[in-house]
């Protein structure tokens, strides 16, 4: 009987213990007094808000706010206990990163480079959410002594395993250097002193077509360290601009013309005066030539034979070629300084540039508001730009600085008519400044780019031209006038003038860029993102009333 009663309460203590191990395990894992608002695990990114979905009184319906920290700015595993009555709940929540790192090349997406130069990942960088420093290697990279056009891939792997990788297209080149085709020696140059200017060429043509700055200080001798490390900078300084640039303005090809045709004694040697005739192509106008005529260097030999001086009459170069601003004994001190005031202005300005841009490309701009009787004939001053980039027009009168001269053509070319009456007015027949009110000689407001400022706001002529300043500068069209230059965005700060003709368009038909004509350094469908001028400012020309 004791064990028929031992049996049974052993029973029962077993059953009990059964019923209390369900209860503590409904109590633990199912929602029998809470319900969880949403998923038992979540994930959630770094860096992000965690909004707790909390869990409910599955009797009383109160809502029930969850016990545990969940820090967002680090990754890893977080537990959240909810508690109602005898039960408690969790909720494990992942804070992960799932961002991969953003490679920044640091550069164009296109690079040309000479056979055998050897590319690395050493000045890239990666940006990533969580970690501070993220390598970047090369994944895919050139072919060994091949030429051709090649993908390389940058990759970067942050600590979460994220990847992220950037391409490159690298054409590499199989070349000798040698730009050269003709080298006209009018005045018998002995052959050292020329060998020693077509290098000198040629090294400044291979620095734009492959845009890396060579050791140029190296050509020179004697008392020019001053000139060689002015000459170096201003190099640098248009490297920098068109590496800058949102068009690939590396060159596909370039090849030029030489004329020696002048030497003469100066105080510490022989001058020798070079034109420079040239043809380039640049790689994103897809194979469309760019020429520049007549560009005059000079070159300065001391009496050892020794190159002393290069002077260019080129942009770049004139930038850091003041005659008025003697340097000093700490010329490299003050050049570098020059050259870093150049950037920060120029990078500004082209930020305020891409703005602009993007307002014409996606119908954001002000149009213009003026308006003439007798509209411009656009592609009948493109086509008389054309002509006569190059060359001269001698039915005018030509100028040593012939930037405005070619300019007011083109705009007469379009149909605005010669005004020679009145106060101001707008001629030039011959070589005699005149301002009687006939067709006879010349005005400043024709051939200088101030005068031809003043005229545009003094005339009231009934022939007056219709010219709209302050505008959009991406609202150029064909015939319309670029100022450009490094002093300032008031129009009578500008030393240059040039003409539109033509847009080029990316392949998402988005304006990126004119091509422009020009007189004095002779430009014939140049990109005007090629030049290092820091300011440019559109003048529309709408006609004549």
């Known amino acids: 009987m004791k064990k028929k009663k031992w049996f049974k309460v052993s029973v029962a203590i077993c059953l ?140 970067a792997t942050d600590s979460s395993g994220n990847v992220g990788e950037a391409h490159q297209t690298v054409r590499v080149v199989q070349d000798d250097f040698h730009y050269e085709k003709e080298v006209h020696n ?69 090849s030029y013309d030489l004329t020696i045709d002048r030497t003469e004694y100066v105080n510490d040697g022989l001058c020798v005066s070079v034109h420079e005739d040239s043809t380039v192509s640049f790689h994103f106008l897809n194979g469309e030539e760019s020429k520049q005529h007549n560009v005059l260097t000079k070159f300065y030999f001391d009496y050892d034979g020794e190159l002393t001086q290069v002077y260019r009459e080129e942009g770049f170069y004139l930038a850091f070629d003041d005659e008025e601003k003697k340097l000093g004994d700490d010329f490299k001190q003050e050049l570098d300084e020059l050259f870093q005031s150049y950037m920060e202005a120029y990078v500004e300005q082209q930020d305020e540039s891409s703005n602009l841009r993007y307002e014409v490309n996606h119908d954001e701009a002000d149009l213009p508001v003026l308006t003439a009787t007798n509209p411009y004939d656009r592609e009948a001053a493109a086509n008389y730009a054309d002509s006569y980039a190059m060359s001269r027009n001698w039915n005018f009168p030509d100028y040593e600085s012939n930037c405005m001269n070619f300019v007011s053509q083109v705009i007469h070319a379009g149909g605005v008519p010669i005004d020679h009456e009145g106060s101001y007015q707008w001629k030039n027949y011959g070589l005699t400044e005149n301002h009687d009110n006939s067709a006879t000689g010349f005005t400043y407001e024709f051939i200088r780019i101030s005068f031809f400022n003043r005229y545009l706001a003094n005339t009231s002529d009934p022939a007056q031209m219709v010219v709209e300043k302050d ?33 080029v368009y990316d392949e998402n038909g988005e304006l990126i860029d004119f091509l422009i004509d020009g007189n004095t350094n002779d430009q014939y469908h140049y990109p005007l993102s090629a030049s290092c001028y820091i300011y440019r400012k559109l003048a529309k020309v709408h006609g004549y009333n």
């Open 186 to 254: 009018n005045v018998s140059l002995i052959q050292s002193r020329v060998d020693r200017i077509v290098a000198f060429v040629n090294e400044y043509y291979r620095a734009m077509k492959y845009l890396e700055v060579p050791d140029m200080t190296r050509f020179f001798g004697g008392d020019g360290e001053q000139y060689a490390y002015k000459f170096q900078k201003g190099l640098e300084y248009l490297i920098a601009t068109r590496k800058l640039s949102s068009n690939s303005l590396f060159l596909d090809d370039c």
């Open 16 to 155: 009990s213990l059964i019923l209390l191990s369900v209860i503590v395990y409904l109590l633990k894992n199912a929602q029998v007094f809470l319900v969880l608002n949403g998923d038992t695990e979540m994930s959630v990114p770094v860096f992000s808000s965690f909004e707790d979905p909390g869990a409910t009184n599955r009797f009383t319906g109160k809502e029930i706010q969850g016990i545990g920290e969940v820090d967002t700015s680090k990754i890893g595993n977080y537990s959240v206990e909810y508690k109602a009555f005898l039960q408690t709940l969790s909720r494990t929540v992942h804070v992960v990163d799932e961002t991969a790192p953003a490679v920044v090349l640091n550069g164009p997406t296109f690079l040309q480079i000479p056979l055998g130069t050897e590319i690395n990942a050493d000045n890239l960088i990666a940006l990533d959410n969580y970690d501070q420093s993220v390598p970047v290697v090369i994944s895919q990279g050139l072919p060994a002594g091949q030429a051709g056009e090649f993908d390389v891939v940058y990759t």
């Open 471 to 503: 505008l959009n500068f991406w609202l150029g069209e064909k015939g319309d006038i670029v100022y450009v230059g490094n002093d300032g965005p008031d129009y009578d700060d500008f030393p240059h003038v040039v003409t539109i003709v033509d847009l």
